[in-house]
């Protein structure tokens, strides 16, 4: 009899053990990936670059709630990942931004010689994609 009761309440300390370590694993980050070009476009590959990421608020030229910087290295067809939120933090908190206020707008600025002298790349409005919305 012992064994019958040992058995159920072991299983649903482990059940809960795994549920409550489920929702925790929610990562603080958004992945990123591009490919680096030099000013005549042609891509710099297996190269240390530096890349100078800012989240705006409401507009492309808004109040900057969030910046980064972050050193990569791009792979033989110049292309790279980062996760924002993992940087080096230039301005704000990652966890404090408010992402309901109102729209948010992404700056990437880089500098494929791996230095501090970035060039715009460019911003743009970020979207929700439609698995996030269900």
Same mark, same amino acid.
């Given at each position: ?6 058995? !159920? ?35 710099? !590959?297996?190269? !240390? ?57 992404? =700056?990437?600025? *880089? ?9 715009? *790349?460019?911003?743009? =409005? *970020? ?8």
């Amino acid at each position: 009899m012992k064994k019958l009761i040992v058995y !159920p309440i072991a299983l649903t300390l482990v059940f809960q053990f795994f549920t409550i370590a489920l929702l925790a694993q929610a990562p603080l980050a958004i992945p990123y990936q591009a490919v680096a070009r030099d000013a005549a476009g042609a891509i710099v !590959p297996n190269r !240390p670059i530096s890349l100078r990421i800012s989240i705006h608020d409401g507009t492309a030229s808004g109040v900057v709630v969030y910046a980064e910087t972050q050193n990569v290295t791009t792979n033989v067809l110049g292309g790279f990942t980062a996760n924002i939120g993992q940087g080096t933090v230039v301005v704000g908190s990652f966890n404090a931004i408010n992402w309901g206020a109102a729209s948010k707008f992404i =700056q990437t600025e *880089m500098d494929i010689t791996g230095g501090s002298s970035y060039v715009d *790349m460019g911003t743009r =409005q *970020m979207l929700s994609v439609p698995y996030a919305l269900y």
